[in-house]
């Protein structure tokens, strides 16, 4: 790969590491970052493929664009499992569960999704994936409204869920399951009990703000729809103005739940003017969701149409291919030939001389250099052999082509002589990190070695599992290693990462 083909290739993968970081605080420029990667994607950002789809498809989350995020999750699953990235994997799996449950009503699918989930999670010994399959028995039974159910099966867990200190979204998604459930049994007080212990996680750092709002909006709809089912205006007004206030969070059901909750408690009250009002907008709504339907209809039928395109033109890639082999293969036997001829030659001189008594030991002599030119012959065939196998399995035309340039002149070259390749490949790498740790060395002293490796492993492209297992070590503990790195290196901020400041300093 061209130094510029790898300079765009980097900073396509800086446009993946920037959406990742504000995803969840805005999931719209985390979308510009995703759409500023062009064409062709499969090559821009090879082996990066299951966590650019699975990106887009938090993003369709965040902006309920509901008819795109079984379709981009799906992909993002197909290339995880090419990648064998587990954890994309599992989480792609959990969220086709999901949607597959809820949107297709399609419980079996649904449950092959939720198996897969297990099984790559259990494969990447991600131990909070597995917390939330642990939970979708709950989540199943309250869809079912069988709310005695799931509280039992929450119950049984929840110190467990509590106990996940790294990460308490699995504690918030517990209690609001519970809350929702004693709402359904119209069992108020303790529906306010674990509503209360959900509002204390409020300022945790492990749990975004949009995520935990989300959260909120919904359960300040199903308090305000219980006040509304027990004509309990006062109520019903406080909670409705609780749910106006967290608009921003809402998506799609939760707006047409306020909207629907807005018109009745103005046809309770009388006031047939906000409730034409909200009728308005209600309708308006409506309108909004089926234009972003037909547009993400639209959306998949075009990806559909590229897809075709892609392998069409890929159809069109394996019969040049085959072309290219015959050609190779024709070239092979024609040098094969000369070799064999120019062999037959040699050994004819050689009986020639061999004739003569009086030059006898020169000959012998000789024939021992011809045996030897003849091995390398042999050898220089074999070595053909496998670039003309190297060269028809690549898929790039163009590249092809100049491989194929490259052997014409190498047999040309070679014919009559074969030049020795002592060249030393690993001590020119070895060279190249001694930069690397000389300059990380002056920047900044106070990284230790193993930090500094560290560092020139993520420059390099490393994720943190491929880290640890090249370092002997934990992914917690790279990770526990690069938050301290963050920490040394003063240029490294929210609004710039570690990978970030490492690609812009030493590219």
């Not at 083909?5 to 719209?28: G, H, L, T």
């Not at 709002?213 to 709809?221: A, I, K, S």
């Not at 089912?229 to 206030?245: E, H, P, R, T, V």
Request: one cysteine or more; charged letters at 25%.
């Amino acid at each position: 790969m061209s130094s510029f083909a790898q300079f765009n290739r980097n900073e396509f993968f800086k446009y993946i590491d920037s959406a990742s970081v504000i995803i969840d605080e805005n999931p719209k420029l985390a979308k510009i970052y995703l759409d500023s990667i062009t064409e062709p994607i499969e090559k821009n950002i090879e082996g990066r493929l299951a966590e650019y789809y699975q990106l887009k498809g938090l993003v369709n989350d965040g902006l309920d664009e509901q008819a795109l995020i079984i379709h981009n999750f799906t992909q993002a699953l197909k290339y995880a499992k090419k990648e064998e990235n587990y954890d994309v994997a599992g989480m792609s799996s959990l969220e086709l569960f999901y949607n597959t449950y809820l949107v297709k009503k399609d419980s079996v699918l649904a449950f092959r999704y939720l198996n897969e989930a297990q099984k790559y999670y259990s494969l990447s010994n991600n131990i909070n994936g597995l917390a939330e399959v642990k939970q979708m028995p709950a989540y199943v039974a309250l869809n079912n409204k069988k709310y005695h159910k799931s509280n039992a099966i929450i119950l049984k867990d929840l110190e467990y869920y509590k106990n996940i200190t790294d990460d308490a979204y699995y504690y918030m998604y517990a209690l609001f399951m519970l809350t929702t459930n004693y709402i359904g049994l119209e069992d108020l007080n303790n529906a306010h009990k674990y509503f209360n212990k959900l509002k204390n996680l409020k300022n945790n750092k492990t749990i975004s703000q949009p995520l935990f709002n989300r959260h909120m909006v919904t359960l300040y709809g199903d308090v305000a729809d219980f006040h509304f089912k027990n004509k309990a205006i006062d109520s019903l007004q406080i909670y409705l103005q609780k749910f106006g206030a967290l608009r921003s969070a809402m998506n799609d059901h939760d707006t047409r739940n306020y909207f629907r909750l807005q018109l009745d408690y103005y046809d309770l009250i009388n006031d047939l003017k906000l409730k034409n009002t909200f009728k308005d907008s209600l309708r308006n709504f409506e309108a909004l969701i089926m234009r972003k339907t037909l547009d993400e209809s639209i959306q998949i039928n075009n990806d559909l149409i590229q897809t075709e395109t892609k392998l069409e033109h890929e159809r069109k890639k394996k019969h040049l291919n085959r072309y290219v082999i015959v050609a190779l293969i024709s070239l092979l036997i024609l040098f094969s030939f000369v070799v064999i001829w120019k062999y037959k030659q040699i050994k004819t001189v050689i009986i020639q001389y061999t004739k003569s008594d009086k030059e006898f030991s020169f000959l012998k002599t000789n024939h021992e250099k011809l045996k030897v030119k003849v091995r390398g012959l042999e050898d220089y065939i074999s070595e053909v052999k496998r670039e003309v196998k190297a060269i028809s399995s690549l898929n790039n035309s163009l590249e092809q082509k100049e491989k194929i340039k490259e052997l014409y002149k190498k047999i040309h070259l070679n014919s009559s002589a074969f030049l020795a390749k002592e060249e030393n490949y690993l001590e020119l790498i070895n060279e190249l990190n001694i930069d690397f740790f000389t300059q990380m060395k002056n920047l900044h002293p106070k990284l230790n070695d193993s930090e500094i490796t560290i560092c020139y492993y993520l420059f390099i492209g490393f994720k943190n599992k491929e880290i640890a297992a090249f370092l002997n070590s934990t992914t917690r503990a790279i990770e526990s290693k690069r938050y301290r790195i963050s920490k040394k290196i003063d240029a490294v901020t929210n609004n710039f990462s570690l990978v970030e400041y490492l690609n812009t300093t030493f590219k």
